[in-house]
């Protein structure tokens, strides 16, 4: 699963703040920032920010 998010710096200190389970700290790659976390039931989800101006597909 991957949820997308227009500030993944501020979700990363909000969504830690309130006790979510982090596997990676945000990180840039492939022009886009992600990180990971572990929902309740131990499934990883990713989460995505764009970069803007960078084109897919």
Known sequence: M???VADIHGCYERWQARGAE???EPMEKYGE???YIRDPDGYIIEVG???PGVVYG
């Open 2 to 4: 991957n949820i997308r």
């Open 22 to 24: 982090f596997i990676t």
């Open 33 to 35: 920032t992600r990180c």
């Open 49 to 51: 920010q764009s970069k």
